[in-house]
């Protein structure tokens, strides 16, 4: 009689909650979350990696999501952990006290340098497997985070955003990647195009994805009687990525203010036309600080971190130590602009155009006796 009770003021707590809260208007299923078993890797692992997988579900917008302290909170009037729930019936009845119409529950496990995963979700009411997903990675732990974020979406029915599938990378699986060059705002059209050259080099060296050669592009640009720098709207620029048969296009914008250098660089799908990353840099200081701003935004495009020696280089250029580039400082090695020799042309102008110094004033005359 005393679990009947229990039972029922949660039951009734859980009603007014879904009231108060306008669930009744909302027709998504109910879901929770149970943290995964883990075989191989220790509690603290499974907890986190659950947790992005908790995370990366509520991100979907696809179902409601059980909040884990509501869970935690049953469990523990059960006397359980979640650790201790394994079994279908166990989350089951805990499925049933939550009063939600699915719950997910699965395992990770490690064999040698590969890890597993298994995840599955099946009805509260019927006990049916609603939908199960797997994935195998091999590499370091971290990895499991990304691997946790798409099976977050494939779990409920959906495609995993593409970000996440670029971030996965490796082998058959990677996307492939088109850059049209960078428009040019206050720079010249052969600076513009040499800072996407160097985007594109730093891009094939994350391994991520597979680029189409500039020569490809250039071809099939010419086809329909335009260049590079004329192709910058995002509908010419999904055009051109669904005449090569690629999955994403990035173009961008390089634009000089002052002495401040802007660089604003999209990622977005050819199928869809969704943007999948938006990337923005303000910089102001030397030239060689502004290629590594380009470099670095290679990798954060494609929602990776940066290598640390690049990121060494910047703070390097942000600390303003170039007293071994032989500008020694001050306005002529700001101003030098970003390549070859229009840098020095225009360094000579600066020069140039300098006022000279003014010599020194002669000696007053002597008064007379």
């Known amino acids: 009689m005393e679990v009947f009770v229990k039972n029922s003021l949660i039951y009734l707590l859980l009603a007014c909650f879904t009231i108060s809260t306008g669930w009744a208007q909302d027709t998504r299923p109910t879901v929770a979350i149970l943290d995964f078993e883990g075989q191989g890797i220790s509690v603290q692992e499974v907890q986190t990696l659950t947790e992005r997988m908790r995370s990366e579900i509520g991100t979907t917008n696809a179902v409601r999501l059980i909040e884990r302290k509501a869970i935690e909170s049953i469990m523990a009037e059960q006397g359980l952990a979640q650790s201790g729930c394994v079994s279908d019936e166990c989350a089951a009845e805990v499925g049933q006290l939550l009063g939600v119409q699915f719950m997910v529950s699965g395992t990770i496990g490690k064999l040698g340098d590969s890890f597993t995963i298994d995840v599955k979700m099946f009805s509260v009411e019927t006990g049916a497997t609603e939908r199960s997903v797997n994935a195998t990675h091999e590499g370091d732990i971290a990895g499991l985070l990304t691997e946790m974020q798409i099976l977050a979406w494939e779990i409920v029915g959906l495609q995993p955003p593409g970000r996440l599938k670029l971030k996965r990378g490796g082998g058959q699986n990677k996307s492939t990647v088109a850059i049209l060059d960078f428009e040019g705002r206050g720079i010249s059209l052969m600076e513009a195009q040499t800072l996407t050259d160097r985007f594109t080099t730093a891009m094939s060296k994350t391994d991520r994805v597979q680029m189409v050669e500039r020569g490809v592009m250039s071809e099939v640009l010419e086809e329909q009687g335009m260049v590079g720098a004329e192709c910058s709207s995002q509908e010419c620029a999904a055009e051109v990525g669904a005449m090569l048969g690629v999955e994403f296009m990035v173009n961008g914008a390089i634009g000089k203010l ?112």
């Open 258 to 369: 002052g002495d401040a250098y802007t660089i604003d660089i999209k990622m977005f799908s050819v199928a869809t036309g969704a943007a999948e990353n938006m990337q923005s840099v303000t910089y102001e200081g030397k030239v060689e600080g502004m290629i590594v701003e380009i470099e670095i935004l290679a990798w954060t495009i494609l929602g990776l971190d940066a290598p640390k020696d690049l990121i060494k280089k910047r703070r390097k250029y942000a600390g303003g130590d170039m007293a071994d580039s032989g500008g020694g400082g001050g306005g002529i090695s700001i101003s030098l602009p970003l390549l070859g020799g229009l840098g020095l042309a225009a360094a000579a102008a600066f020069v140039l155009s300098q006022p000279e110094a003014a010599s020194a004033l002669p000696e007053p005359p002597s008064l007379p006796e």
